[in-house]
């Protein structure tokens, strides 16, 4: 007899959503989480993120704002008042996680879950239940390589706790991460130099894009430096020493590594159980989020698929779907629509067009310009958007926005994308004006062809 029909592990977005929607179902669910509830979105990821970037932000709109005839005084950021706003916010979030698991009856226990057979899930009080299926939805945590004073650098769990604002602040990356907190110290008023061993960064993205994120984050005073590495940092006399390969040294005050999360399935016993992990520690799953092991399913980053939390959501439901609807639902990840909160802030679906270069005959479409803000506030930043169109079928196989309001705009282009919208339907849509999101449908004319 099973004491479950479902014991998940890990309580973030992906391990609470399979949770809930089985347990609404009608079925015996059981979850174990050794933190907090709510996972890397909800406690030290996307949301406490998106919040600093809110803040910073605060910053642009005090300086545009005499442009429109506004007389501000003195602005000053407290960062310590904001980071105390920012914890009461998340402690709502993170109670609301759990009200959702009560009102929906799943059994919580605070504590760590290891496996210790198919079936057998063992807590870290000795206790021992037994499920039907087990779910791993444990996560990911940041990766740090290994070099001299690599015990001196933070993470972004880190950049959550801290009491004040740094004031030189180093960040190693060319990420999602390592970008989106240039732009938040560097808009917060701390000075920002952010190192990246690459020609450009953001590797992967549409290159056009990379390029006009990297020179609008130099023109907000960001140093970024390409092709450049650390060697080792030391503790100096006025902060940390940080000794670049190119002979070159300097002092930070807080230095970030964003080089990569790695799987949180360490510890689990995974071994063990003979369940699959891949290279970098991930489970190894199959489009059902099934494991080689019937019993075991895992979704989320601890899968590294693709690790964002709609996705990890989505694979939650696809595997509810599968295991307790009798409704086998394969996890869709094409065309995906993604934000990088970077000031200016990015969104982008679908193929770059150097990746389309390589499977189509493409037409590429783009406008670089100066928002109506922008304008009249005197900023010196542009907005650029691209499409990028199959010359065969018409269809728009990419899109890809730097601009104020890109995230929001690239959620309603994703579903035109997704539903495999060709140029010609997109130049068929009346513009709304004035905005500028309206430039999508008005692009006429490519501006080259390969
Ligand atoms: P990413 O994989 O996006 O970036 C890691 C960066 O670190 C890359 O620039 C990589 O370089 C560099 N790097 C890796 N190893 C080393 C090393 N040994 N030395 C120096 N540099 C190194 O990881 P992030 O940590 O930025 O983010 C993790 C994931 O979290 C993202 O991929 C994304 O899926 C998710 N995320 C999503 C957000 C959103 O939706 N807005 C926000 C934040 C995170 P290289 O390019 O050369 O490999």
């Given at each position: ?144 390589p290994d070099f001299e004073g690599s015990d001196l ?17 180093l960040i190693c990356g060319g990420g999602y991460i ?29 290159n056009d894009i990379r390029e006009h994120l990297s ?236």
């Open positions: 007899m099973f004491d479950f029909d479902l014991f998940v592990i890990g309580g973030g977005s992906g391990g609470v959503r399979a949770a809930r929607v089985a347990s609404e179902k009608g079925f015996k669910v059981g979850l174990a989480e050794e933190y907090r509830l709510g996972g890397t979105c909800v406690i030290r990821g996307c949301v406490p993120k998106k919040l600093m970037v809110f803040a910073a932000d605060f910053g642009d709109c005090f300086a545009d704002a005499g442009g429109f005839g506004w007389e501000v005084g003195t602005s000053t950021f407290g960062f310590e008042r904001f980071q105390v706003m920012k914890d009461k916010e998340i402690d709502r979030l993170e109670s609301i996680y759990r009200s959702l698991l009560d009102n929906a009856k799943v059994n919580f226990f605070p504590t760590r879950a290891t496996l210790k057979d198919p079936h057998t899930i063992k807590l870290d009080d000795g206790k021992t239940y037994k499920s039907r299926i087990i779910l791993i939805a444990t996560g990911g945590s940041p990766f740090i650098v933070s993470t972004s769990n880190d950049v959550f706790k801290l009491k004040e604002l740094p004031e030189r602040v390592a970008c989106e907190f240039a732009g938040i110290f560097n808009g917060m008023g701390s000075s920002v130099t952010q190192v990246y061993r690459g020609p450009q960064i953001l590797r992967g993205f549409d020179d609008s984050m130099a023109n907000r005073g960001i140093d970024i430096r390409l092709n450049h590495t650390v060697e080792k940092i030391v503790r100096g006399d006025g902060g940390l020493k940080v000794y670049f390969q190119d002979g070159n040294s300097q002092e930070f005050d807080f230095i970030l590594y964003a080089t990569g999360r790695k799987p949180n399935t360490n510890g689990l016993n995974l071994e063990k159980l003979h369940v699959q992990r891949d290279s970098s520690g991930a489970v190894v799953v199959d489009e059902y989020s099934q494991t080689v092991i019937p019993s075991i399913y895992a979704i989320g980053d601890a899968t590294n698929r693709l690790n964002l939390t709609p996705v990890a959501i989505r694979e939650a439901m696809s595997f509810v779907a599968t295991v307790f609807e009798g409704e086998p639902t394969p996890v869709d990840h094409i065309n995906v629509p993604t934000a990088v909160f970077t000031r200016p802030e990015i969104g982008t679906v679908g193929y770059s067009e150097e990746m389309a270069r390589k499977e189509f005959d493409v037409e590429i479409y783009r406008t670089k310009f100066k928002s109506m803000l922008n304008g009249i506030a005197n900023r010196d930043e542009r907005n650029l958007m691209k499409l990028v169109v199959d010359k065969a079928t018409r269809r728009v196989l990419g899109v890809h926005l730097i601009c104020s309001g890109s995230a929001e705009m690239i959620q309603m282009v994703g579903i035109a994308v997704k539903m495999g919208a060709t140029k010609e339907d997109f130049d068929r849509t009346c513009a709304v004006h004035p905005t500028a999101a309206e430039e999508l449908v008005t692009l006429h004319n490519p501006i080259h062809s390969s």
